[in-house]
């Protein structure tokens, strides 16, 4: 079989049908009718000699050839729309949207100022900005770019240092004065701690100065799986937490919150930004990383 016998326009048609799993659904996206929509994929079988989709009344789902066909084919047509894209526009005159994760915390104190400059910069540049401390797919989700505070485990990952940051043990004021101002780390267990379910040691903390280091187990009855949820829960008075420099440090300057123990030190982080698989980077995710870290260093 040989590519100019299979109709490419059945191709945007099944990766939409693969996302929605409903042929009403994807026939309102398509701006198109279902009898459309299901002709153009029973056609794509046809021609392939596979069933691409399982069909009932109720639910579309796809066949294990289906599956491997969408995991090949989203990269590639979403590569595809990147390069027209970029031919389109020039790197002095961005255009399309750019399209970007962050956790929560890094979006809202620093990632929304860089992106408000950058747009300053490039006015027919829209971007998406989607904060989450869960780590999204960026292949599925359309993702440009993704930007991730901590400590990257997967080296396959494309990936480039932005910077780094410190994790400061902090609380509100009305805790620590109802429950005293700890003087070592081997006091905290006897307090109580704000969790940060989504961090793998959650409660098993790294404690350091230039003479001793300590490990300490924290106690919790309260779990947070969002930095904003953390946030707010350390401001009530409800314990201590750690929390990122770049997240503490307005709330402390403003008398919501106190690092605790500043002498001693929690393990450094880094700020990554992570590129979906493939070499091409359209205009204006490379201009954007490059306009972050010079922002990121002024």
Same mark, same amino acid.
Request: charged share 10%; hydrophobic share 40%; proline share 12%.
């Given at each position: 079989m040989q590519l100019s016998d299979i109709d490419l326009n059945a191709v945007p048609v099944f990766l939409v049908l693969a996302q929605e799993r409903s042929f009403t659904a994807a026939a309102e996206r398509l701006g198109c009718t279902k009898t459309k929509v299901s002709l153009q994929i029973k056609a794509l079988e046809s021609r392939l000699g596979v069933a691409l989709f399982r069909r009932t009344t109720r639910l579309v789902s796809l066949t294990?050839?289906?599956?491997?066909?969408?995991?090949?084919?989203?990269?590639?047509? /979403?590569q595809l729309s990147q390069q027209l894209m970029e031919a389109q526009s020039s790197e002095q005159n961005l255009s399309g949207t750019l399209?970007?994760?962050?956790?929560?915390?890094?979006?809202? /104190?620093?990632?929304?100022?860089?992106?408000?400059?950058? @747009?300053? @910069?490039?006015p027919a540049l829209a971007f998406e900005l989607k904060s989450s401390d869960q780590i999204k797919d960026l292949v599925k989700e359309g993702i440009d770019l993704s930007i991730r505070a901590g400590w990257l485990k997967d080296s396959s990952q494309k990936a480039i240092a932005l910077g780094s940051f410190e994790q400061w043990l902090v609380a509100s004021p009305a805790y620590l004065q109802r429950h005293g101002v700890p003087a070592h780390p081997a006091e905290l267990p006897q307090h109580h701690f704000i969790c940060f379910s989504l961090l793998p040691s959650a409660l098993h903390w790294t404690f350091n100065t230039k003479s001793e280091e300590l490990q300490v187990q924290m106690r919790s009855q309260i779990k947070a799986g969002s930095t904003g949820s953390v946030t707010a829960l350390l401001k009530a008075g409800a314990g201590l937490g750690v929390l990122t420099d770049y997240s503490a440090k307005r709330l402390i300057q403003q008398g919501e919150l106190q690092q605790v123990?500043? /002498?001693?030190?929690?393990?450094?982080?880094?700020?990554?930004?992570?590129?979906?698989?493939?070499?091409?980077r359209p205009a204006r995710v490379r201009l954007f990383v490059e306009f972050l870290r010079e922002w990121l260093v002024n």
């Open positions: 294990q050839a289906g599956e491997q066909l969408y995991q090949h084919c989203l990269p590639l047509l /979403q399209v970007i994760s962050a956790p929560e915390d890094y979006a809202h /104190q620093v990632l929304v100022p860089a992106l408000l400059a950058f @747009r300053q @910069r490039h123990l500043p /002498q001693w030190q929690l393990p450094k982080g880094g700020i990554y930004a992570v590129y979906p698989p493939g070499q091409f």
